[in-house]
């Protein structure tokens, strides 16, 4: 049925998204039994799909791009693709082919006195659900994912990359065709209205767990709305904090990159915290860095006072992630300082030190309660594929099931596997 039919009966619409995921429980039911080696031949089959289709997905591309004008800045970057987007979304999934199973893995096994030997079996979730906005590369990310995981995927991506996300998902399932899987093994919900969402979260029967990723105003409906378990990637309110023993020249570089590199993503730093004792030497170099690669400067009282061009940072700029060329700073008193500030403001997503204390590190990373927490490198390096994951689904700033980047491993379950002889319970 076509979007358009579907549209105008809005009385078949929760039927309509139960048929897609009906498809993708029989999907997941023989993805899960899949060998390894399948697998692996489709995800190199999609990667070839994606190079081989560039220039339709450019052309996608190019179409949600003009009618998405009224974007912010951050949201049409994460929107644009280009050659070298499309080929790292390929390459992406070469890597992903490349990855050992993390199905059938023996995540531990003992022999009980009874001579039960007793086996937690790595198994994959089921069918997942992925609720996105603007990145049309999370369709070929969480696809690819979901399928090295043995799960069947249903991918309702944002109106504003349809387009984009339709090219990218019919390039996925004729990988899946080469190798002889289901095509329902990919699928998106084949209708842009925003109810169907609601109908997507009440399938508790069908769908094992639900990933949004985007905003703050989706993260919150679908943790709200779902009956379904979420692994939720919230806000991306990350700091740098500059320690007293941080070489300048490091901090500067680390600084300017977390910050500029892209505004737009959610590793980007949004706050710096610099150590009081270094302030006079440290700071002024930095803040002259961030304003020369164009970054709005907001401050305490006390940075203001070594730079004209730091504007008053008022309450709410701690508790925000910009995506934007803006840039809270704040001077703190040492390293405990910068622990509470950032336990108490940050989003638990990426937490970055800079420092040549091995001590003051080694705290920072204890104490800090975030998904990720670095020593003396970018916040920009939150991200599956630079932890070697391939791509990712998204950053998971909670504590159950999954936390910071989730991969193919973080998209499985375990069971357990118990093998007797006889042995009856007394």
Same mark, same amino acid.
């Given at each position: ?19 897609? #995921?009906?498809? @993708? $429980?029989?999907? &997941?039911?023989?993805?899960? /039994? *899949?060998?390894?080696? !399948?697998?692996?031949? =489709? %995800? ?14 450019? #052309?996608?591309? @190019? $179409?949600?791009? &003009?009618?998405?004008?009224? /974007? *912010?800045?951050?949201? !049409?970057?994460?929107? =644009? %693709? ?14 992903? #082919? ?147 023993a941080a070489t300048l020249e ?10 500029m590199r892209r505004t737009g ?153 118990v093998r007797g002889s006889g042995?009856?319970?007394?």
């Amino acid at each position: 049925m076509s979007a358009t039919a579907a549209e105008t009966r809005p009385g078949d619409l929760a039927g309509e998204v139960r048929a897609v #995921a009906l498809r @993708a $429980r029989a999907a &997941a039911s023989e993805l899960a /039994l *899949a060998a390894p080696e !399948r697998k692996s031949k =489709a %995800l190199a089959a999609m990667a070839a799909a994606i190079r081989a289709a560039k220039a339709e997905i450019l #052309a996608a591309n @190019a $179409r949600d791009m &003009a009618g998405a004008s009224g /974007l *912010a800045p951050a949201l !049409r970057d994460r929107l =644009a %693709l280009d050659a070298a987007r499309i080929e790292a979304m390929a390459k992406g999934l070469d890597e992903i #082919a490349a990855m050992p199973d993390p199905v059938g893995r023996s995540l531990g096994e003992w022999t009980r006195p009874n001579g039960l030997r007793i086996v937690r079996l790595s198994v994959p979730l089921g069918v997942v659900a992925v609720i996105y906005e603007s990145r049309p590369n999370v369709t070929a990310d969480a696809g690819a994912l979901c399928l090295r995981a043995g799960n069947a995927a249903i991918l309702r991506g944002g109106s504003e990359s349809v387009q984009s996300s339709g090219a990218i998902l019919a390039a996925l399932r004729r990988g899946l065709r080469e190798a002889g899987l289901p095509e329902d093994a990919i699928q998106r919900v084949p209708v842009q209205d925003r109810a169907a969402v609601g109908h997507l979260l009440a399938l508790d029967d069908l769908i094992d767990v639900v990933i949004p990723r985007g905003g703050r105003a989706l993260i919150e409906r679908v943790a709200a709305e779902s009956r379904i378990p979420v692994i939720k990637h919230l806000d991306g309110n990350c700091h740098t904090y500059v320690d007293g023993a941080a070489t300048l020249e490091m901090a500067r570089r680390i600084v300017v990159n977390a910050k500029m590199r892209r505004t737009g993503i959610c590793g980007a730093t949004e706050t710096l915290l610099v150590d009081r004792r270094v302030a006079k030497t440290h700071l002024p170099p930095i803040l002259a860095d961030l304003a020369a690669a164009g970054c709005e400067l907001r401050g305490d009282a006390a940075t203001q006072a070594l730079d004209p061009r730091v504007k008053p940072a008022s309450d709410g700029d701690w508790d925000t992630e910009y995506l934007d060329a803006i840039i809270a700073v704040k001077q703190v008193e040492g390293v405990e300082e910068a622990i509470r500030h950032i336990n108490r403001h940050g989003s638990h997503h990426t937490e970055a030190i800079v420092t040549e204390d091995q001590a003051a590190a080694d705290r920072f990373l204890a104490a800090i309660d975030a998904g990720i927490v670095i020593h003396n490198s970018s916040t920009q390096f939150a991200d599956g594929g630079e932890f070697g994951m391939g791509a990712e689904i998204g950053i998971s700033t909670g504590k159950l099931h999954a936390r910071g980047p989730v991969g193919a491993e973080q998209l499985t379950s375990y069971k357990y596997v118990v093998r007797g002889s006889g042995q009856v319970r007394p």
